[in-house]
């Protein structure tokens, strides 16, 4: 079957973003190889010494530029499959717009949120200029919001562009051939994600950090152990949502359900949050910046309250396809042709 003109533009617009996301990485890589320079001379390229600068900082800077370089390859990998009509291509770049929209919608919330509330200028800067300041940062934060909500767009895009039945043909692989899957494609997303944040609660887990968990702040060993067990408690969620198992669906919806205790416990005691931000400070020996009160309870209402929708969404969707879980595999549905 002829290839569609959108399935070419959405394989071209995944490349540019995989080849962007490579230069990325490239960047990363040599701030990495910088930091780690000047961790070793203890001076700037001035020659005047510099503040103690984490040990761990470039290999964060390597690991995120490791983790860039996997996604690069997967939209790759995707985009080829694309132009060659691949039937996993199309499941992949319908992941790969779920997740877009999924994390592109809290980054617009957040710059929308900094726009409308004044940020705290440093105390050098000119109380004549402080207007000049709020409007170049209003300008920022609102472009920023555009170009996620660009990236939104594209990845609702996908999940539709890709779902319509004249594409699903073009990936049918013989002519009049349809091929449906009974996994709908939000369990598919939910799915990926449980499964990207298994190895990430591994990253956090090494991380000089520490973690929270119900308003207890934890350090060495029981970080280690919460994040490790969590990261395994995501992996196999995502392992048998993908299945469509019912157990999964059922450890999905209790993890959603601490995490949502965990939100409701830091929006009812803030305190907690100021308490966690200072041990990290302390960790990082960073000095506690000055910021309103104002504007800190309302950036953390907001984070928590995205949050909270988020995972009741989740909930919901687990809910809603439960009749897709336990059942027994049932082949693809095709369609002879009668040529």
């Known amino acids: 079957m002829r290839r569609l003109p959108g399935i070419t533009f959405s394989a071209i617009i995944l490349l540019l973003g995989s080849f962007f996301q490579l230069l990325l990485a490239v960047g990363m890589s040599f701030a990495g190889a910088a930091e780690h320079a000047l961790i070793r001379s203890g001076a700037s390229p001035g020659g005047t010494p510099v503040p103690a600068i ?6 964060l800077m390597y690991g995120f530029s490791a983790f860039l370089v996997a996604l690069a390859v997967w939209g790759i990998c995707t985009a080829i499959g694309l132009f060659r009509l691949r039937r996993w291509a199309r499941y992949s770049v319908l992941v790969i717009g779920g997740c877009l929209a999924l994390f592109g919608i809290p980054q617009i919330v957040i710059m929308l949120i900094m726009m409308a509330v004044p940020l705290p200028l440093p105390a050098n800067v000119d109380p004549a200029q402080a207007q000049i300041a709020h409007n170049f940062a209003k300008v920022m934060f609102g472009v920023m919001s555009a170009l996620y909500a660009v990236v939104c767009a594209v990845g609702v895009f996908w999940l539709v562009y890709f779902n319509r039945r004249r594409v699903r043909e ?64 995501l992996t196999a969620a995502g392992t048998g949502l993908w299945r469509l198992q019912e157990w999964a669906r059922r450890l999905s919806q209790g993890m959603q359900l601490i995490g949502l205790a965990h939100l409701f416990l830091y929006i009812a005691r803030p305190s907690l949050v100021t308490k966690y931000s200072e041990e990290i400070d302390r960790t990082l020996n960073l000095a506690q910046p000055q910021i309103p009160a104002q504007f800190q309870n309302t950036i953390n209402a907001a984070t928590f309250g995205f949050s909270a929708l988020l995972l009741v969404a989740i909930m919901v969707i687990l809910h809603h396809y439960r009749g897709v879980f336990g059942r027994p595999p049932v082949a693809p549905a095709q369609i002879e042709s009668t040529a």
């Open 54 to 59: 984490p040990a761990w900082t470039p290999f």
């Open 170 to 233: 073009a990936f049918a692989g013989l002519q009049g051939q349809i091929v449906e899957s009974s996994r709908p494609i939000l369990i598919s997303v939910v799915a990926i994600v449980s499964l990207i944040g298994g190895p990430s609660c591994l990253l956090l887990a090494f991380l000089p950090l520490p973690a929270s968990f119900l308003g207890l702040t934890l350090h060495g060993l029981g970080k280690v152990v919460l994040y490790l067990v969590y990261g395994m408690l």
